[in-house]
């Protein structure tokens, strides 16, 4: 295990303010790094040779006339394979200047396949198969960044993300919606707004990426402030489970192709990422309520039970979502359980937050 502590101009940080970084999340990092620079090596090797295409089957018309030939994108994703490289080879040397190089490689790369998807106009499987590891690297980069950058505000900052992250995603529930023809929040779900050939499929995707590294930060700096409290431990390594197994959501297909018994395996994997993502909902709920105080407690048992009356009115209008009939009011009660939950985490970060800020300096 490694300890990285930066000390403040005359001042020592108290000794519950040490943050550390663990061997198998560096370990991780290196993992992605090294996987990312191959796949950049690789491809952009294959696109500079051929900028046709033609070695990696991609006629160049995928790319909707924004770039004539693969050259130019060739010769990104080359470099981005020698900055994985030289990250790879900072954090396998614990170098000063690691943090900086993994936030630069991996948000580079980050940047590039939102770029990509906004050129292609599509989600193809090669963003599945390079995409999510990047998330994933981010995920693991966060305690390095905040090892190598403490100080005695770190937590609360980190803290903030718990707010921002439920506003984030209430925001853009708000705004996507409005961007499908005919579309109901009341009667119709959120997860048919990514639907497999849905008109907004792509902006969602592109506007919910973001939020679990945003719940992860949260998780991270729950971790932060957790010296002495198990219960707090266990929920901010619950958040980051949660945010990383949500890295990748299994589409489901609109409900007129169900219907038609033309759906597939990932309207069944999506099921279970629901099923298994409201467990981790709960159990954040569960031992954030016995981290804090007695009104901490019957806040969360309140919002428990809204789970368990919503989650079990939207259950009994979902096989109309098979069976593509009428579900009046399913996106209302799906809506009211996701909103009771975002508000949970903002309410309990304002409590950790408050917190921290009342602690002697």
């Known amino acids: 295990m490694i300890t990285v502590r930066t000390e403040l101009p005359g001042k020592s940080l108290p000794a519950q303010k040490k943050f550390t970084t663990h061997g198998w999340q560096r370990i991780i990092l290196l993992v992605v790094l090294g996987y990312e620079a191959a796949g950049c090596f690789l491809g952009g090797t294959l696109l500079i040779l051929e900028p046709d295409g033609r070695l990696m089957n991609m006629p160049v018309q995928i790319m909707h006339g924004f770039f004539t030939d693969f050259l130019i994108p060739g010769i990104i994703l080359f470099a981005l394979g020698v900055l994985n490289l030289i ?36 989600l193809h499987w090669l963003h599945l198969m390079w995409g999510v590891p990047v998330l994933l690297g981010l995920v693991m980069a966060m305690p390095l960044i905040i090892a190598r950058n403490e100080s005695a505000t770190t937590g609360r900052i980190l803290l903030l993300f718990g707010i921002f992250s439920s506003v984030w995603y209430l925001a853009i529930n708000i705004f996507v919606p409005i961007m499908y023809p ?27 990426l973001p939020y679990p590294l945003f719940f992860a930060l ?28 949500n890295l990748y959501w299994p589409a489901m297909h609109q ?10 395996l990932t309207d069944s994997l999506h099921i279970v990422w629901a099923m298994v993502t409201l467990i981790f909902m709960l159990l954040i709920i569960i031992f954030g309520a016995a981290a804090l105080g007695k009104r901490c407690r019957i806040y969360s048992i309140a919002t428990l039970a809204i789970f368990i009356v919503f989650g079990t009115l939207t259950w009994l209008e ?44």
């Open 318 to 361: 979902s096989p109309g979502i098979s069976q593509n009939l009428p579900t009046p009011y399913i996106g209302l009660w799906e809506r009211i359980n996701i909103g009771a939950f975002l508000l949970w985490v903002a309410v309990f970060a304002v409590v950790l937050i408050r917190r921290e800020k009342s602690k002697p300096a």
């Open 182 to 208: 005919g579309y109901s929040i009341v009667s119709v779900t959120v997860s048919e707004l990514s639907a497999i050939n849905a008109p907004t499929r792509i902006l969602w995707v592109l506007l919910v």
């Open 87 to 122: 990250t790879f080879i900072s954090v396998l040397r614990k170098a000063a200047s690691d943090w900086w190089f993994s936030s630069l490689a991996l948000g580079g790369l980050y940047i590039w396949f939102v770029v990509e998807i906004i050129i292609l106009r599509e």
């Open 218 to 245: 949260f998780g991270w700096g729950v971790l932060r402030i957790s010296s002495g409290s198990r219960t707090l431990k266990i929920m901010g390594s619950l958040i980051i489970a949660d945010s990383t197994f």
């Open 255 to 264: 409900r007129q192709i169900i219907a038609l018994g033309n759906g597939s």
